[in-house]
């Protein structure tokens, strides 16, 4: 490995879903609370359910990627080229369940939907010219859309899922990953990683009422809307994005996204303008010490730039 590697960054690509979202809303062009009936009619069961909600992931749809079915026919072939009808057949029909904060990839497909729909082009294209040629994100692509060489820099992933025992601690296809879509299927460097996070959070790429809506929180512990996290409520979910109490670095903005092979998570420390990115080739096994060894991180980096400051006497 080294800096030049490309990994599977799963669901940090939520957030690049998000924004598009955001900048058609700034166009005029949909409502963040527009209901699904208006865009996604063909889901009649989803119909109340609004584009905020998917979003911030309160919307009560259950995820494609925890049905049995999709996990049976993923471990049987990796390589499968999964359409979104395909994907969104998992669900199909599936009660809705209640309007709290429940982790659901189907949101983010439904999201990648509405995107095409209301901009009239397509996922892929409307993100190379909305935000990866924008902030120059040379090493970001959407498979199968990518160089020819992107294979060749990425480490091999592994699996550690027991939900995949067909390919437990076994290798898993590099840019096989049409099963994650506008949830989770961008492949990126840790380079471009930080230029990503220093475009999102900084309001480069949205007008300030949007940016106020995808820092708009909920709290994962009680799904109710927080302005902040605090030490008894740490953890808040926005639209892609999440902010969260670290032991260490205390407020931060972060997102660890994780495909069966490889786990991506970058931290913004507002207090400081430090970003902090880390990638990993396997999946999340009995513990996630990302987190962790992201804190020593920026223990070690804050200390170093400590010491290079002037003294005053």
């Given at each position: ?55 911030s992931m309160t919307s ?238 920026y223990k070690t980096l ?12």
């Amino acid at each position: 490995m080294n800096s030049k590697a490309l990994w599977q960054i799963g669901s940090n690509t939520k957030a690049f879903t998000s924004v598009l979202l955001l900048q058609l809303e700034a166009e005029g062009k949909l409502s963040i609370r527009d209901k699904l009936g208006k865009w996604l009619p063909q889901y009649p069961a989803w119909r109340d359910v609004t584009i905020k909600q998917l979003l911030s992931m309160t919307s009560g749809i259950p995820s494609y990627t925890e049905q049995n079915a999709f996990l049976k026919d993923f471990d049987a072939n990796p390589s499968t080229r999964f359409t979104l009808e395909r994907l969104m057949s998992y669900v199909e029909g599936l009660p809705l369940g209640p309007a709290k904060y429940e982790y659901s990839n189907t949101n983010y497909l439904l999201a990648q939907m509405i995107v095409e729909r209301a901009s009239h082009d397509t996922y892929h294209e409307r993100l190379a010219e909305r935000i990866i040629e924008p902030l120059g994100m040379n090493d970001t692509c959407l498979p199968p859309d990518c160089p020819p060489d992107t294979a060749s820099r990425m480490p091999t992933p592994y699996s550690t899922h027991s939900v995949l025992p067909k390919h437990l601690n076994k290798s898993l296809p590099r840019l096989r990953l049409s099963w994650a879509q506008g949830a989770g299927g961008l492949v990126s460097s840790l380079r471009d990683m930080t230029a990503w996070d220093r475009a999102l959070y900084s309001g480069r790429l949205l007008p300030s009422a949007q940016q106020r809506e995808l820092e708009s929180l909920v709290s994962a512990k009680t799904s109710k809307p927080i302005k902040s996290v605090t030490a008894d409520d740490p953890i808040g979910f926005g639209l892609g994005v999440v902010k969260f109490v670290h032991p260490v670095a205390g407020t931060v903005w972060a997102y660890e996204g994780a495909t069966f092979g490889n786990r991506v998570l970058h931290m913004y420390f507002p207090k400081t303008g430090m970003i902090i990115a880390i990638a990993v080739n396997s999946a999340v096994g009995e513990g996630d010490t990302l987190p962790d060894l992201a804190g020593t991180v920026y223990k070690t980096l804050s200390a170093q730039k400590a010491q290079t400051l002037p003294r005053h006497q």
